[in-house]
Each structure stands twice: as structure tokens, then as C-alpha cells.
């Protein structure tokens, strides 16, 4: 019997599904559109019917599979009460019992549950990527945002209402950037694909760098992939926002450290392919400003997960992680 | 049977040791002197004596009373291993495997551990003071340093060495004022008793404040129950001490929830006794600092602990945590 999950990653354009065997591979995967009208009795019909067909896909060809259940990645998602709240890129308003709907349409699976897209690429880390056997880590992903996922004893850090681990939206520069969410100097707004624009723009300002590549992109061309195609060329100021963001993150990540001490911190998301321009700066970094008792012991790590279908895996990993309750 | 536990605290001059029954009264107390020799066999043998003399204070008078076991809060105090690993105040040097030596002078007891003393006042916190039937809590200590204790679903946040939970040594102003462990604009420098002196006399200089009672003191001499006692009197200096520590506090408590989000945090020590002074810029704070999501759930509450014998009752829960392992 070959043991499989149903991920579902729920963006604010776009509904990923797929099916995820239990090394992480996705066997197969299909997306449908994350509707704008907000009717969500209506989406959740038009999901379940893609998951099924999915499902088909994969069962009527190989009787020997069994699917284990469903895990939803969500914005917002909230783990303890399986609900989406208050998401503001999505159009479904309120408080939405996401979990229970999809309960009601596959009574089979005893496995269904949501929590954030950070939360479950931890989970995926965990169960099929670079954190198998730790017990104790964080991931940072670094994407138009910063997510974060905290796992302590082998279990998701979730608090007391669901919603911890926003290392994103920690203090970094006190009265700094704006962010998002309407805070001020928020990790997020120095550390992110978006926050390297920022500072990049900021670079060129302070030197009038009229000789950079990057002096030829307006603000919403340019993208972290250019920086980093710019600094593989070079380009100075491309290195420095590398080595600033590097500087930032291993502030965030000591402060991170302080509060759980993780094993290993793992970085997940487009800006990492950077390499060692992100990690070199941002590991000494964190050293610099941790706390001698937790020197040389914490190690920045890359993802393993494999970039593209990462939130489906992550979504998937939710079920068996379900299971163990069960055991 | 009245079930009661015992609770050493080490601190750099003085051991102070409790008999403390079920509700967290301390019954007893005695105090020996933390040797400056460096010889831990001496005082292991010393400290076991007092706390025999002590148990038999209480145990001979009334033989209706059962001793549990032995909880010791201490600096650098490592939970898993029951060491304390280069504890800077104290004479001991390196790694000193102290919950097996006081094992071996007590073998009628399976509960004996060491944590530090913040993560005791957390679990004191939760066994007898203001966290009981909480399980996501955090607990800030100010004192001349602040430390902190972070509760996880009922248990305390070890994290992958047993020194997790030292927010005092976040930083809140980057290269702000130096730290006591090397470190730059740690929440400690500006936060404990010692930041609020620090602070006062940065007021007094930017604003020439002879008039300030504050200003007759010198840096040795002011206390922090001199700035609450100034501020009591209304003076300009010492109240915006307690507003900018209030501030700060606020930043540095906003970034714990973003992390673990936690039901209430606790704080602990004298500032604390200024109440709103400090309490109220600490609340208007934080919200302010706090995504959305956070903002509104999180109580600030003052410690529950009596204040002299607080490291002791703290030292003492830990043998009731350790026996539900046995439960």
C-alpha cells in the first residue's frame, strides 16, 4: 500500500493541489482559480470537485494507493480552529470554517486541517526536507514577505490563539519602514524580496549610482532576481544590498534564536538562491549579535524543499503530522 | 500528608533555601553563603547540610509532612543536563553537573532538577501565582539584568540546548547601549533596573535637568526605587523614565508575541512595583508594535510571586513539574 496526502495551497490568485507521496514527491498536481465573488460555499464545491478528479487521477490508475487525508495551506489559517480569518488578500470576509467545509464534503478522511503557508513549509521541512529528526528549528521564508514556522519539541509552535511565529513582523529598526500591516521597521520591510528593492533603491539615492545596472529598473520592474543577476555580475550596489540584507536577517534570526534557541534556522524562498551572497552576511551576522551561550551552535541552512510545489508539499506534511495524533 | 518542596536559589553571594508547601507558602527559609572558593564538593556538602537541617525543621515537627524534592534555580542553569555551564557570577568554572552531585547526598529523591531562575520564576508563576491553568504564558524578570521564561503548552521552552527564553538579550535599538554580555541596545540595557539609571542619566545630560531631585545623585547611588520615588513626587525626569522604559518594554514584549503569542505576559521584580507608571506605556506599547492579529489578546499582568521569596517558590515548582513526568 503506497501512502499518499492531498496538499492544497490556497494564494490570492491561484489554488495549488496536489498529490504528495510520503517522500515529498508530487505524484501529480492541478490548480484552480482563488475565486474574487467571496462565495465560499462555491469555492469549496468547485475545490472538493478538483480534488476528487486529482484524487481519481491517481487512484483509478494504482488501486494500491491510499490517499490519508487533506492539509490546506491558507493565508491566515488558523491550526486550532481549522478557520481562515480575517485574510486580507483573500475575498471571503470574516471568519471562514475552512476545515469543517471541506470535512463535509470528504467525510472519509479523519485528516483535514489548515494552518499559514510559513506553517506548513515548517511541516514540510520536517517531515520530508532538512529538518527530519530535529526537534528544535525555524524557517524564514523570504518572499514579497517574511513567514515564519517555529517548531519546539517536534511540534508547530502555534500560542495561545493559533497565530504565533510572525518573525516577519518583529522590530528590526525602531520608527523604520513601513510595512504592510501598518507597523514601522518591521523585519519584513528590510528582509524580503520586496524589502531588497527597497533598500537597492535606497542604495542608489544615498550614491547617486548612476553606473549600476540597477539604475535602469524603475521601482516596480525592478525585482530581487535582478539584484542578484546584477551582483553576479559585480554590480556594487547589487552586493551591497546582499551583505545589508544578510546584516538584517542575522539581527532578526538572533533575536529569533533568544527567544526558542533552535537547532538550525532554515531559509526557504527565492532570495536564498543567492547562496552565500545572502548566508555568508547573514551568518556572521546572527553570530555577532548572539549571546555567547548560544555562539557557534545555530546553523543557517537552506531549504530542501523543492521550490516550486513547496506549499503543496508543506500542506500535505499537515496530514501526517494529523496522523500522529492518531497513533 | 502535606506534600511540600524544597527550593535552593544560587545566587552570586547568597544560597537562599525553602521549605514551601502546595499552595507556595514558604514555611521555612534559611541562607548559606555562596563560596567565592571554586570548590563545588565543599559547597554541595554545605548546601546539603542546611537543607537537611532545614527538611528536619519541618519534618520532625510535624511527621504528617512528605518532601517531594529538590528544585534549584541557578545561573546558566542547563534543565536537560542539570549543569550550570560558565555561570559568570559564580566560582565554579565550566561545566559543574550539579542536580547529579546533590542527586547523590539526596538518592531518596527522584525529583531533583535545576533550571535558571527565570525559568523557575515562570514555572512558580504557573504552579502557584497568576499563570495557574495557563498554558501559553512568558514571564519577564527585571532586576539588574532581565531575563525571561517562555511556557509552551503548559511546558516551559527549552529549546534545542536548555537556554532557550532569554529575551533580555534581544536587540531593541540596534548598536545601541552596550550590554553586559558584549552585545549592543539589548533589551536589558534598557529595560532592567540598571537601564532605567542608564536612562535617567541620559535625561538628566540632554536636558541639563538641574532641577530634577535625580540630579543630586550620582551614577553609583541612584537606585531605581529612587527614580519610582522622584516619580511619586512628580518629577519631570523620573516620570519620563518610567514612560520611555514603559516604551521600550512595550517594543520588546510585542516582538515575544510575534514569536509565541502567548496569553498573558508576566512581569516580575521591583521596577514592576511603580505599576502604572511602568505598566500603562508598556500596554499602549506593545498594542501599538503588534500586528493586527495580536492586538487586544495579550494581557500584561504583574507577577503573582511574593517578591523576596519568589526564586525560591519558582526553584520549588520545578519539583512539582518534574513529578508529573512521573504521573
Known amino acids: 500500500m503506497k501512502k499518499v496526502a492531498i496538499g492544497v495551497d490556497i494564494g490570492g490568485t491561484n489554488t495549488a493541489i496536489g498529490v504528495v507521496d510520503a517522500e515529498g514527491n508530487v505524484l501529480v498536481k492541478d490548480n484552480i482559480v482563488t475565486p474574487s465573488h467571496g462565495d465560499i460555499n462555491k469555492y469549496i464545491t468547485e475545490l472538493a470537485d478538483a480534488i476528487k478528479e486529482l484524487r481519481n487521477s491517481v487512484t ?40 469543517q467545509l471541506l470535512s463535509e ?20 521541512e520536517m517531515i520530508y526536507g532538512g529538518a527530519k529528526g530535529m526537534k528544535h528549528f525555524v524557517i524564514y521564508t523570504l518572499g514579497t514577505g517574511v513567514g515564519s514556522g517555529i517548531v519546539v519539541d517536534g511540534n508547530l509552535l502555534y500560542g495561545h490563539d493559533g497565530f504565533a511565529g510572525e518573525c516577519g513582523h518583529t522590530t528590526l529598526i525602531p520608527g523604520g519602514r513601513l510595512c504592510g500591516c501598518g507597523g514601522r521597521g518591521h523585519v519584513e520591510t528590510y528582509c524580503s524580496a520586496t524589502g531588497m528593492k527597497r533598500t537597492a533603491f ?9 553606473q549600476s545596472v540597477l539604475a535602469d529598473k524603475s521601482f516596480n520592474e525592478l525585482s530581487s532576481k535582478m539584484i542578484f543577476d546584477a551582483a553576479e555580475k559585480g554590480d556594487a550596489v547589487a552586493l551591497e544590498v546582499f551583505e545589508q540584507t544578510g546584516k538584517w536577517l542575522g539581527q532578526a534570526m538572533a533575536d529569533t534564536v533568544a527567544h526558542t534557541s533552535p537547532e538550525a534556522i532554515f531559509l526557504f524562498g527565492g532570495p536564498t538562491a543567492a ?53
Do not use: W
Not at 535606497?202 to 548612476?210: I, P, S, W
Open 202 to 210: 535606497e542604495l542608489l539615492a544615498r550614491d547617486n549610482a548612476t
Open 105 to 124: 464534503k470528504f467525510p472519509e478522511y479523519k485528516a483535514i486541517a489548515l494552518t499559514n503557508d510559513a506553517n506548513a513549509a515548517a511541516l514540510g
Open 60 to 99: 483509478l490508475m494504482n488501486p494500491e494507493v491510499e490517499v490519508l487525508g487533506i492539509g490546506v495551506g491558507a493565508p491566515n489559517g488558523n491550526y486550532y480552529n481549522g478557520t481562515i480569518e480575517y485574510a486580507p488578500n483573500l475575498s471571503f470576509k470574516g471568519i471562514v470554517p475552512f476545515a
Open 275 to 327: 547562496g552565500e551572497y545572502l548566508f555568508k552576511p547573514a551568518r556572521e551576522s546572527m553570530e555577532k549579535h548572539l549571546l555567547p551561550v548560544y555562539k557557534n551552535k545555530v546553523k543557517i541552512l537552506p531549504s530542501q524543499l523543492k521550490f516550486g510545489d513547496a506549499a503543496i508539499i508543506g500542506a500535505s506534511a499537515l496530514v501526517h503530522k494529523e496522523l500522529e495524533k492518531y497513533d
